[in-house]
């Protein structure tokens, strides 16, 4: 007899692909959840995300419209590890109780994109966690592109996260991304087939 759900936790480095990934899963018809999405949805002016990160940071963090300066926290929180875990500690409980909730509406197979898996010790919220992960090199000049960083923060960033290699030992199933994108999706393809065929049932919908 299949489960009633199957939950993934998906997750990766900074500009390795995992986003892509999440998506060419949804694609094919997995319900997902991303928690960055639900953290930038509490993060609106109101939301519990919101108030916290003002409890944390006090209002200089603020625009002059009352919306968070995305800009001025990132460069706190990447330049600053005591100010990286007050965001974390302020706002990670909230998605954690909102990514619970949304698991529980869905059957089938569920895809969580989890940025942060292992480094909240995250994995036994899962039955399976995807690790999505390319070599050092391509992902510092991904970051560099995407972002417009020089190589230098691009470096800082990663560093702020644990290192791939140490994912990969944790890690139940890694996808690789040292290719083009459609080598990622085919990928993913392969891997959403076999779960579909243990676990799958009829889509029930996502939560970006």
């Not at 036994?124 to 992902?139: E, I, K």
């Not at 560099?144 to 702020?160: E, G, N």
């Amino acid at each position: 007899m299949k489960p009633k759900r199957f939950v993934v936790g998906l997750t990766g480095g900074i500009a390795t692909g995992k986003s892509t990934a999440l998506d060419e899963f949804a694609r094919l018809g997995d319900a997902t959840i991303c928690l960055d999405q639900i953290a930038r949805r509490q993060a609106q002016p109101g939301g519990e995300g919101y108030r916290a990160i003002v409890r944390a940071f006090g209002r200089k963090i603020l625009r002059k419209d009352g919306t968070l300066d995305r800009g001025l926290l990132g460069r706190l929180v990447f330049r600053d590890k005591a100010a990286r875990s007050g965001l974390e500690k302020a706002t990670h409980p909230a998605i954690l109780r909102e990514m619970t909730r949304s698991i529980g509406r869905r059957k089938g197979v569920v895809i969580v994109d989890a940025p942060l898996l292992f480094e909240k010790n995250l994995q036994s919220r899962f039955d399976a966690v995807v690790l999505v992960a390319c070599s050092p090199r391509r992902q510092i000049r991904r970051l560099v592109a995407r972002d417009r960083l020089t190589p230098k923060q691009a470096r800082r960033r990663i560093r702020a996260q644990w290192s791939l290699v140490k994912k990969r030992a944790l890690a139940d199933v890694t996808i690789d991304n040292d290719s083009v994108v459609a080598g990622l999706r085919a990928r993913v393809r392969s891997y959403h087939a076999g779960l579909q065929l243990l676990y799958g049932g009829t889509p029930n919908g996502n939560a970006h």
